[in-house]
Every structure is written in structure tokens, then in C-alpha cells.
């Protein structure tokens, strides 16, 4: 799993090149920072607990706070992006001029495809930061933080003016789509395989060889990880009691959720609503 951002900085420039077939290991947590990913090459299945989409050359991702996020192959071929990481030093400027209502507007499109002109100036923001982040000293962040705030701009223009919205999921993959899609919206019923598979009108086995294909990870674990991410979610944005949360995340019980919760983030799910709302 990618790191958070170093202790004391407040900024991170990765410039990643992954082979054909490179999976991520683990989702990807964004605790208190923000995330933005330009692809530069290839093509990215990238879904969280609340989308699917495929990202592509020229799409441009911006990832909010407090979110899980994986991503595995397509095709048989290496992929390129650029991750930006940084904290709410780096916006909070911004934000007061824009509000944050726009950036996270820019979030909820999940991917945008820019058109070629302001894929150019991306690019060429991009490369300024990497010399920046390259030759690291102590008025650096002050100017990236420049550069990052230029950056947000250009793409908020860009959507305001017509950006495209990436397609969620090629029909390559529509049952993949599909039942990731049945899974989100019947998480409260615990979906089996076979269910959703007879949903998806493809067989059981089928479905969980898609499963392990391209998501790696097994049907099983895929559904307790959305039932996870469902509740953090609740536990977040809600007044809602432990047996009402497990409930409406599909838990038989709230000690089973509370030990699933605990398994797989390492915490109870009443200090993971303390820390949220600490931060």
C-alpha cells in the first residue's frame, strides 16, 4: 500500500510506472489527506465504495478524504500516472475563495477526461512540480502549493466549461459492474454468490473467477470490504446506534460486526467514529 505523506510535509509527488498486470495489494487508505491521479498511459479499473469506473490516458481523479480506493489491470499492457498527495494547508486558501462544495463536486465526478488544450497544461503544471518536489527545499512547498491551487483551477474550469465524464466500466465488463452494483444496493440483504450471480445472468463459478481475476480478492471478502466501507460511512455521516449501523451494513449482529469492523481496519468501530470526528 502507498504511503501517507511523509511526517512534517504537507505535499507528496509520486511519478509511478507499474508493469502489465500490476494489482494493488491492499485498498488504499485516505486518512486526512487528499488525493489527485492524472493517468499518463494505459488504462486503470479503479473502484471504492462508492464507484467503478475505468480511467484512461488524458483522465484526471480527484480523491477526497476519509475513502478506501483500489485499482487492478485491464489489459495486457504497463500503465503511468501521477499521484498528488497533500493536507488541508495546502487548500485551505483555496478552498475559502472557490468553497469546498466545488472541489468535492470535482471528487463526486469520479473521473473526468480533459480535453487535449488543458491536457497540455496539466502536463506542463505536472512537470514544474516534479522539478519542484525534485530539488526539494524550504520555499518549495510554498510554491507548490501554487502550483497545486493552478492545477484545481484549470480542472474546475474545465468541468464548469464541458469536461467529459469518463464511461463507468467498458461492456467488457458488465457483469463485473453489474454485480458490484447489486452488491452495493443489496448490502443490507447480504448477497450470496449464487444470488448475485442469478442476477448478473452468469454462472456462480464464472462470477467468482471475475471476482479473483480482476479484483483479486474472493467474492466473499469483496462483499465484508463493502460492508466495511459502508459502515465507516455511517459511522461518519450518521447519529446512528452500533446495532443500527450493523444492521443496515448487513451484519447478523453487532458483535459480529464489531469483530469483522475491528479484523479488518484494526480498530472498534466507536474509536473509528471518535477519530473521524476528532479530525
Not at 485498498?27 to 486526512?32: M, R
Request: hydrophobic share 35%; aromatic share 12%.
Amino acid at each position: 500500500m502507498p504511503l501517507p505523506l511523509k511526517p512534517g510535509y504537507h505535499f507528496n509527488y509520486s511519478h509511478i510506472r507499474r508493469k502489465p498486470h500490476y494489482e494493488m495489494p491492499a485498498a488504499e487508505a485516505y486518512t486526512d489527506f487528499y488525493g489527485i491521479s492524472y493517468m499518463l498511459d494505459g488504462e486503470r479499473l479503479i473502484y471504492s465504495p462508492t464507484f467503478t469506473a475505468i480511467a484512461q490516458a488524458g483522465d484526471i481523479i480527484f480523491i477526497p478524504k476519509y475513502v478506501y480506493r483500489r485499482s487492478s489491470y485491464i489489459a495486457n499492457k504497463p500503465y503511468e500516472h501521477i499521484l498528488l498527495k497533500f493536507t488541508d494547508s495546502m487548500v485551505e486558501d483555496l478552498f475559502q475563495t472557490i468553497g469546498f462544495e466545488s472541489y468535492n463536486e470535482l471528487c463526486t465526478e469520479h473521473v473526468i477526461h480533459l480535453e487535449q488544450d488543458t491536457q497540455n497544461s496539466v502536463l506542463a503544471i505536472l512537470n514544474d512540480m516534479e522539478k519542484e518536489w525534485n530539488s526539494y527545499n524550504k520555499y518549495s512547498e510554498l510554491l507548490l502549493k501554487g502550483l497545486l491551487n493552478k492545477l484545481i483551477i484549470l480542472c474546475l474550469r474545465e468541468r464548469i466549461i464541458g469536461g467529459v465524464n469518463a464511461a463507468h466500466l467498458e461492456k467488457k465488463h458488465d457483469c463485473l459492474a453489474d454485480a458490484i452494483i447489486y452488491i452495493k444496493t443489496h448490502l443490507r440483504e447480504s448477497p450470496s454468490l449464487e444470488e448475485t450471480a442469478r442476477q448478473v445472468n452468469i454462472s456462480a463459478s464464472y462470477l467468482s473467477k471475475v471476482f479473483v481475476s480482476h479484483l483479486k480478492t474472493s467474492f466473499s471478502e469483496f462483499v465484508i470490504n463493502e460492508k466495511i466501507s459502508f459502515a465507516q460511512k455511517l459511522l461518519a455521516d450518521s447519529d446512528l446506534s452500533m446495532t443500527e449501523i450493523a444492521g443496515e451494513a448487513g451484519f447478523s449482529s453487532h458483535s459480529y460486526f464489531s469483530d469483522c469492523f475491528k479484523r479488518n481496519t484494526g480498530m472498534t468501530p466507536m474509536q473509528f467514529r471518535k477519530l473521524f470526528r476528532k479530525n
